[in-house]
């Protein structure tokens, strides 16, 4: 079982930034890609950015279409910690944020079981 907990939520103007932080524990080698999904009210999760942790793919990365290129996913290993640099915010950027461990299977990504409690993005515009 990996136990991921997320921080770094707050309330940001439009156009502001918010870095996020996502810690796992546990039975880490039961994953081998991290990724962060968003829900606003009223809508389903949906699969922002993820990064492959190990192997011969180590650090690639995949992003939805509506955050390239203002959203940045990055790892450090050392920490098995997974983070999202979120620039020029949006009010629609406003939701609940999660961290899921999970893995890739060619370009797309796969989420586990494992979700952190989930950390709220307001952007007030």
């Known amino acids: 079982q990996v136990e991921l907990v997320e921080s770094g939520g707050g309330l940001e103007q439009a156009g502001g930034s918010l870095r996020l932080s996502c810690a796992a524990s546990g039975n880490i080698f039961a994953i081998n890609a991290m990724a962060w999904y968003r829900q606003a009210p009223g809508k389903q999760r949906e699969f922002l950015a993820g990064i492959s942790m190990r192997g011969s793919r180590a650090g690639f990365t995949q992003y939805e279409d509506s955050v390239k290129g203002r959203f940045t996913i990055s790892l450090d290993n050392t920490k098995n910690t997974v983070y999202l640099q979120m620039n020029s915010l949006k009010p629609e950027d406003t939701a609940v944020y999660y961290c899921?461990?999970?893995?890739?299977?060619?370009?797309?990504?796969?989420?586990?079981?494992?979700w952190g409690q989930g950390t709220q993005v307001t952007v007030s515009s």
């Open positions: 899921n461990g999970g893995y890739f299977s060619g370009d797309y990504y796969f989420p586990r079981g494992s």
